[in-house]
């Protein structure tokens, strides 16, 4: 069902504003001297014209570590308008964290057609910032899966963040801080990442494979051929992902006007057992 009161075209105008402001808050706290890593505190309000969604709303941050609901009520300034405030877990504040709790927020709003209408921080003076010497990358790159897995997308990154800090060669936390940012609506940030991850490990497949979505989603069918025709030369006996590569270039070739050599591609993939490719087999193969 369609939103009512937050539309996918209100999301995205405001998503840039978004970005911006979320940048300049992490500036001003750093002006007002929170140094950089220091754990803080936020609170949000979401806003909507029917409480359930506020209360579906309450239902997923729940799922998160950490997070608090205070309140569902009614808006008395507004009429038909209910408010949702809470807070987050604490998380070390660097302006990539802010960023992206802030868009992870916003994005969680549109999801349940709300809208995130305030947030602010308390720096919490006595703890300390997270000791990164303390924990090895596998733990910090566990810590973010389990966020990820319970809807915390700001949280995975900011952990898959630290994961990297601890050791710079480790590929898929790279890769999986990806599949965040472009979760985020940051496609060149997420490209950047898994740029990095193939540099670091060039038969990684499955970034091999998103990379190419990201390219073929963004204008550069090009590249994304040329990320499908690595994991296809890569793939050895994964048939799996050599099917998956086979159907997405067959998609990429299909939408530059060349429906022969799509369906030679969706028909390979169908062989290694892709029974998805039979669709579009079946609609444009004749």
């Not at 601890?166 to 965040?180: G, L, Q």
């Not at 590569?245 to 290694?272: I, M, P, S």
Request: aromatic share 12%; with cysteine.
């Amino acid at each position: 069902m369609a939103n009512t009161f937050y539309t996918w075209e209100q999301f995205t105008e405001n998503f840039g504003r978004e970005m911006r402001e979320a940048c300049e808050l992490f500036e001003q706290m750093s002006n007002n001297g929170c140094p950089e890593g220091a754990l803080a505190q936020f609170d949000f309000t979401f806003e909507s014209d029917k409480a359930d969604k506020l209360l579906a709303i309450k239902e997923s941050l729940l799922e998160r570590v950490g997070y608090s609901v205070t309140s569902v009520e009614v808006d008395e300034s507004e009429d038909d308008c209910y408010e949702l405030n809470g807070s987050a877990a604490p998380f070390p504040v660097t302006e990539d964290n802010v960023m992206y709790w802030v868009l992870d927020m916003a994005k969680l709003g549109y999801q349940f057609d709300a809208k995130l209408t305030g947030y602010g921080a308390e720096v919490d003076e006595a703890a300390l910032p997270i000791d990164i010497s303390a924990h090895t990358d596998d733990e910090f790159f566990e810590m973010g899966m389990t966020a990820y897995e319970s809807g915390d997308r700001s949280a995975a990154q900011f952990n898959w963040a630290l994961a990297i800090a601890v050791n710079p060669e480790n590929a898929d936390a790279y890769y999986s801080r990806a599949i965040v940012k472009h979760e985020l609506h940051t496609w060149k940030a997420a490209l950047r990442d898994y740029d990095e991850a193939i540099r670091l490990d060039p038969t990684h497949l499955q970034a091999l494979l998103n990379r190419g979505s990201v390219k073929d989603e963004n204008e550069d069918p090009t590249g994304a051929i040329a990320d499908y025709n690595k994991v296809i030369e890569l793939s050895g006996n994964d048939k799996e992902q050599m099917a998956l590569a086979y159907f997405n270039r067959g998609n990429t070739k299909f939408r530059q006007g060349d429906k022969a050599e799509a369906c030679v591609d969706w028909k390979k993939a169908r062989g290694l057992g892709a029974d998805y490719a039979e669709e579009r087999i079946a609609a444009y193969c004749g």
